[in-house]
Antibody
């Protein structure tokens, strides 16, 4: 069965970086995109971006200019999300999700976010 | 960016009652609209995809309707386990989520 298992909780100081991992199993890792979504305490869901593990191609939401990097390691079927220059308002639960996608120069058509990781709490605190 | 506006923010109902949740998009989505349920401490769970199709294992009391810019999630008769937060999501190019509707016990 499809599983996405994320790394454990992190506590970081403002200005530091954090890397969250998302290990996939039960399907062909390179056959689907991995999207990242975060949720601040008591708030809604915020889409952050995606990575195509097959090509390494990425696309990030505009509200993270130059601060987020998504990568993938096909040898261990794991996707990573690194967020730099952490701020207090980056405190959130970070989720990865497996998504079917069809991307062309004109844009992407996405499938549903059917499979999610369990979430990783990142706390930014001095 | 496509903005999704959900209403109401909170719905206070009793078990057995009908719940009607609304999601309005700032531009036409065709049917690229999904609904998710989220309980405290859990990841979102896909309920409805393509506006009206139930995901695998989702009970028939959940139904979705709409197209274009106006969508509705209906829970025909609330069960105790249905009290949760519900999000709509559009998945055209840059996915976005609505702000959520909390269905709470009256």
């Amino acid at each position: 069965q499809v599983q996405l298992v994320q790394s454990g909780a992190e506590v970081k100081k403002p200005g530091a970086s954090v890397r969250v991992s998302c290990k996939a199993s039960g399907y062909t890792f390179t056959g689907y995109y991995i999207h990242w979504v975060r949720q601040a305490p008591g708030q809604g869901l915020e889409w952050m971006g995606w990575i195509n593990p097959h090509t390494g191609g990425t696309n990030y939401a505009p509200r993270f200019p130059g601060r987020v990097t998504m990568t993938g390691d096909t040898s261990v079927s794991t996707a990573y999300m690194e967020l730099n220059r952490l701020r207090y308002d980056d405190t959130a639960v970070y989720y990865c999700a497996r998504v079917e996608g069809d991307c062309t120069n004109a844009g992407c058509n996405w499938g549903s976010f059917e499979y999610w990781g369990q979430g990783t709490l990142v706390t930014v605190s001095s | 960016e496509i903005v999704l506006t959900q209403s109401p923010a909170t719905l206070s109902l009793s078990p057995g009652e009908r719940a009607t949740l609304s999601c309005r998009a700032s531009q036409s989505l065709s049917s690229y609209l999904d609904w998710y349920q989220q309980k405290p401490g859990q990841a979102p769970r896909l309920l409805i995809f393509d506006a009206s199709d139930r995901a695998t294992g989702i009970p028939a009391r959940f139904s979705g309707s709409g197209s274009g810019t106006d969508f509705t999630l209906t829970i025909s008769s609330l069960e105790p386990e249905d009290f949760a937060v519900y999000y709509c999501q559009q998945r055209r190019n840059w996915p976005t989520f609505g702000g959520g509707t909390k269905v709470e016990i009256k």
